[in-house]
């Protein structure tokens, strides 16, 4: 892999040596020779010319490496330009957690539904749905929130740990709301039903 990155880079081939450093990044286990890689590609220069599967490395690593307008910028990118691609469902969580973690709730919410929309019955869907919810609860819209919630809790197909999740978030509603027979109820199910979560 290392002798084709080489040959693209002569061959001034930049999608396709981005691409072989971000296979060759991704089978390397921690260590120097992974982060001297990383540099390489974690470079804002590279977002235009980066397929969909580098611009997804580049979002994760920017993300843990803290710098989130870099893995912004990546999130983008994939959306603008490859948002039918199977990519584009870690572009959206990535965008919508970004958005989320800079309060633009509205922005986040778009994001999510269009998540929940296009892949229903993935558990994605499901961590989705429920962080629209919490989206919504995080604005003061309870109303709003305990619907998301409660949507979470009607499809068998996220059924799992997010159920109790979900349950424990109807409950921390009601107790924001004052309503603390309520929120016991719903805290309650979470460890008569679901003692294994």
Known sequence: LIQRVQRAREQKRVTLELRLLALVIQLQSPGALRDKLLETVLNERNITNAAPFTLLLMAQEAERRSNGPLARKASERILEAFRRSDFALDALKALAEREYADKRYDEARKLLQEIVERFPTLPDAGEAQKRLGDA???????????????????????RGELWPEALYEIGMTHLQQGAAREAFAYFQRCYVLYEAY
């Open 136 to 158: 919504y609860r995080a604005e003061g819209r309870m109303p709003e929130a305990l619907e998301a919630y409660n949507t979470v809790l009607s499809v068998k197909e996220w």
